[in-house]
T-cell receptor
Framework: AAGVIQSPRHLIKEKRETATLKCYPIPRHDTVYWYQQGPGQDPQFLIS???????DKGSIPDRFSAQQFSDYHSELNMSSLELGDSALYFC???????????FGQGTRLTVV | QKEVEQNSGPLSVPEGAIASLNCTYSDRGSQSFFWYRQYSGKSPELIMSIYSNGDKEDGRFTAQLNKASQYVSLLIRDSQPSDSATYLC????????????FGTGTRLKVLA
């Protein structure tokens, strides 16, 4: 069965650079969620989209922005990267007819 | 106070025993709860969802929900070393929008 696809899987950036993370939800899923997970921590909600509109916003820095495109894929743009942004970034998707959310494999971002 | 609370563990059980993982939540209006399993460096994997008071069984896993006590649990029967992972409890917030709020996770070690 098709799963949530994230790219890239690994990314190394320098401080103050910009990074773009991509997420391709499961086909027919209409909701996408972004989470940040630091070492030894639980996933922290960043932002979500439903039907290409921003649905909810969590503890997402102003340096980050995201959008969902017409094909339902989503991109998380991170600018002026800081060392503290180093983390695993997960995307999850769900369908409003079924509240179960499924996660992608994640992008490991390392800021040096 | 976190919206979803879990004991971080580690919880150690011998192989073949029953592992019992617990979670409490603060939002009395919450209706949907999920258990995810996460291996180190990997993405959360959905194990069970539960929406109604009582028990829900799936193979070796049983989820229990008590809305009056705001308590969710996961029982793993016949625990195997491969069950060793962090188990995340998640609550689906639906106050206008959808977002999944995670507990800090309980680290389970199954000893061979």
């Amino acid at each position: 069965a098709a799963g949530v696809i994230q790219s890239p899987r690994h990314l190394i950036k320098e401080k103050r650079e910009t990074a773009t993370l991509k997420c391709y939800p499961i086909p027919r899923h209409d909701t996408v969620y972004w989470y940040q997970q630091g070492p030894g921590q639980d996933p922290q909600f960043l932002i979500s989209f439903y039907e290409k509109m921003q649905s909810d916003k969590g503890s997402i820095p102003d340096r980050f922005s995201a959008q969902q495109f017409s094909d339902y894929h989503s991109e998380l743009n991170m600018s002026s990267l800081e060392l503290g942004d180093s983390a695993l970034y997960f995307c999850a998707s769900s369908w409003t007819g079924n509240t179960e959310a499924f996660f992608g494999q994640g992008t490991r971002l390392t800021v040096v | 106070q976190k919206e979803v609370e879990q004991n971080s563990g580690p919880l150690s059980v011998p192989e073949g025993a029953i592992a019992s993982l617990n979670c409490t939540y603060s939002d009395r209006g919450s209706q949907s709860f999920f258990w995810y399993r996460q291996y180190s460096g990997k993405s959360p994997e959905l194990i069970m969802s539960i929406y109604s008071n009582g028990d829900k069984e799936d193979g070796r896993f049983t989820a229990q929900l008590n809305k009056a006590s705001q308590y969710v649990s996961l029982l793993i029967r016949d625990s195997q070393p491969s069950d060793s992972a962090t188990y995340l409890c998640a609550d689906l917030f639906t106050s206008g929008t959808y977002k999944y709020i995670f507990g800090t996770g309980t680290r389970l070690k199954v000893l061979a």
